[in-house]
């Protein structure tokens, strides 16, 4: 059974500093893509950053662009999200993810490019 398990999360200070984790389990992800998406209630799961399987590739939603960094640990399977400066804004449940298929090079946005998701973590920042 595949499972992704997000760790991290929590409460923060305007202008503090967070490191979500995503520990992936029943299968290798090394060689797919990988992400981090976030929602708060009421509103549409948004897309945050997403990695290439080999970590030539990057992308962020503009909101996060210059404090956030997406990173993976393909020997521990794991893919990490470093929140630096973090907003009242980035408030919200952060859902890690990852591609079925491999070695697909363009990163995607939806949520719909992503067969697997963890159960979240939820991360809170006050003003």
């Known amino acids: 059974q595949v499972q992704l398990v997000e760790s991290g999360g929590g409460l923060v200070q305007t202008g503090g500093s967070l490191r979500l984790s995503c520990a992936a389990s029943?299968?290798?992800?090394?060689?797919?893509?990988m992400g981090w998406f976030r929602q708060v209630p009421g509103k549409e799961r948004e897309f945050v950053a997403a990695i290439n399987w080999n970590s030539a590739r990057t992308l962020y939603v503009d909101s996060v662009k210059g404090r956030f960094t997406i990173s993976r640990d393909n020997a521990k399977n794991t893919v990490y999200l470093q929140m630096n400066s973090l907003k009242p804004e980035d408030t919200a449940v952060y859902y890690c993810?990852?591609?079925?298929?491999?070695?697909?090079?363009?990163?995607?946005?939806?949520?719909?490019?992503?067969?697997?998701w963890g159960q979240g973590t939820q991360v809170t920042v006050s003003s």
């Open positions: 029943g299968r290798t992800f090394s060689n797919s893509a």
């Open positions: 993810v990852a591609k079925r298929l491999a070695f697909t090079e363009v990163l995607r946005t939806t949520t719909l490019d992503y067969s697997y």
